[in-house]
């Protein structure tokens, strides 16, 4: 059997649509944006044309529209930049919790340069309070800083509340919608947001490609210092063909193929616990199964069985999942979403994997995944009890 491919929340393959774009204007379209020649201006056209498409499909206008290398930059010029330009206003910041790493570690630094920090607690579905989230307002806040949907667990923010909220408060409202472009209809007048982070990988397009949305008004230095591309908002010569291909990507997911991949993955989800659980296997679901959720991701509690076991013996059969975020998988340090939401002392830590749908995912490989947990987690079973 081909190896199968369920860490989509990790990054995706880029589509055969998008490499042919790429590689079309990386043979033809090598110019430098800034320039004022035939080769300039058939590259700057090529890259307003993907700015129209992406401004488009958050409903915002193509001025607000910053290309960058991904989602950890525009994270972190939003938030490390916002609390530099307004800390005459004030130097209180809002996030929660379970925040990528791309948030939680510039707000460290923000923490350690006199900036205070509240970390709204979740509950055991990954959900934040807007109790919680009012009380921790005050005239003194300058950034509220809140993912749309959360990475390991699929829960989702209450964003139009949040924004609602905020409309009339000094607060410039951030979220990082890294995992949920692409999948979510993203409405930024609507919700009143900010400030808005992507990444092109998470789409099936191309990696070091992102944007931030930055509403007009919304003013601070550039954080990376040099020309004046972007509109001066963002230094370094742009990547033409990664631009290119990002519009593309973002031109396949029109709303009904956002909500056609949703039904899917959520029947993917409901598939996997049900066969597990039929098969016999002690499961659990860290969060809860909801069709509003982000049902590309299920992150699921395996009784009795470590994660890295796990982990190794579906990588041996052929199975590429993660054992959490892919930006921390690789150490030994437990999920500080789990532990947010069950607990440090909680066995789940230690024993969840995560598992995320990609456009090419089927039901056929959901099937032979659901076999391939069930004959592990027997084997394993038994050796624990002949031990």
Not at 127 to 153: H, P, Y
Not at 283 to 288: L, P
Request: aromatic fraction near 6%; hydrophobic fraction near 35%.
């Amino acid at each position: 059997m081909e190896p199968v491919y369920l860490d989509n929340a990790a990054t995706t393959p880029m589509s055969e649509e998008v490499i042919a774009e790429m590689t079309d204007k990386m043979n033809h379209v090598w110019g430098n944006a800034s320039t004022t020649y035939s080769f300039g201006r058939k590259a700057h056209t090529v890259m307003e044309d993907s700015r129209q498409i992406i401004a488009d499909s958050i409903n915002a206008a193509t001025t607000e529209i910053t290309f960058t290398s991904g989602g950890s930059e525009s994270d972190n010029t939003a938030i490390v930049q916002t609390a530099i330009a307004r800390q005459n206003l004030g130097k209180h910041i809002i996030t929660t919790a379970i925040e990528h790493e791309a948030v939680l570690k510039p707000l460290q630094y923000l923490e350690s340069q006199g900036f205070e920090v509240t970390y709204l607690p979740v509950d055991q579905n990954g959900n934040i309070s807007l109790s919680d989230f009012k009380n921790a307002l005050r005239d003194d806040t300058i950034l509220v800083t809140i993912m749309m949907g959360n990475n390991e667990v699929g829960s989702r923010m209450p964003i139009h509340e949040i924004g609602e909220l905020l409309k009339d408060h000094q607060a410039w409202f951030h979220t990082d919608a890294v995992q949920t472009y692409g999948l979510l209809d993203i409405d930024v007048k609507r919700d009143h947001i900010d400030m808005l982070s992507t990444s092109a990988h998470k789409i099936n397009g191309p990696k070091m490609i992102g944007f931030l949305y930055r509403r007009n008004g919304i003013n601070f230095p550039s954080f990376v210092k040099g020309g004046e591309q972007e509109d001066k908002r963002r230094a370094g010569t742009e990547n033409i063909p990664a631009i290119a291909a990002f519009g593309t990507a973002v031109s396949v997911l029109t709303s009904a193929e956002k909500r056609a991949r949703q039904t899917k993955y959520f029947e993917f989800k409901n598939r996997i616990i049900n066969g597990l659980q039929a098969n016999g296997v002690a499961v659990e679901v860290n969060g809860e199964i909801k069709p509003d959720n982000l049902n590309h991701v299920l992150n699921i509690w395996l009784k009795g069985i470590s994660t890295y076991v796990m982990q190794t013996n579906l990588d041996l059969a052929g199975f590429a999942i993660s054992g959490g975020s892919a930006c921390t998988a690789g150490n030994l340090e437990p999920s500080h979403v789990l532990t947010a939401m069950y607990g440090e002392n909680s066995p789940r830590i230690s024993e969840s994997i995560r598992i995320s749908f990609g456009r090419y995912t089927t039901k056929e490989q959901i099937d032979a995944f659901i076999q391939a947990v069930t004959k592990i987690a027997n084997r394993l079973t038994e050796k624990s009890e002949v031990s």
